[in-house]
């Protein structure tokens, strides 16, 4: 029989888990509706943009409400960031014993790290592209 211990530190883990891949999947979000277009106009040109909305027509309304997507990732990583770096984490897990903390807590810092990073090229080519091309052709 599980420990209600036993319970809350798996239900912790779950949740930690839960929250790392709905911040990856939602920086993931921001490749697709960002990077990953400007990204192909900028090596391929204008030409290649344009077949790639045509094979895929839902970047295009993905891409008009990049605002929404980035709030929506920044509060997911914000939140995950909370919730991997907060102090209490580390008490619980001296407690309990920290049989699972250890892989978890690497496997979280690993998905938020990766997630960060996706987020960053996201906002690299939704943002600041532009006007660093802009700046360059004056």
């Known amino acids: 029989m599980i420990s ?14 839960l929250i ?3 911040a990856l999947f939602a920086s993931g979000g921001t490749l697709l509706c960002c990077a990953l277009p400007a990204a192909i106009a900028v090596v391929a040109g204008g030409a290649a ?5 045509a094979a895929f027509p839902w970047l295009v309304p993905l891409s008009r409400h ?7 990732t920044g509060l997911m990583l914000l939140l995950n960031g909370i919730l991997l770096f907060r102090p209490e984490g580390k008490v619980a897990c001296t407690v309990t014993g ?25 906002a690299f080519f939704a943002y600041a592209i532009v006007p660093i091309l802009r700046w360059l052709e004056a």
């Open 4 to 17: 209600k211990k036993e319970k809350q530190k798996r239900s912790s883990v779950r949740k930690g888990r």
């Open 49 to 53: 943009v344009g077949s790639l909305v």
């Open 98 to 122: 920290g049989a699972g903390c250890e892989v978890a807590g690497h496997f979280t810092k690993i998905m938020f790290w990766i997630s960060m990073v996706i987020v960053g090229i996201g």
């Open 20 to 22: 790392s891949f709905l």
């Open 66 to 72: 990049k605002d929404w997507i980035f709030l929506a």
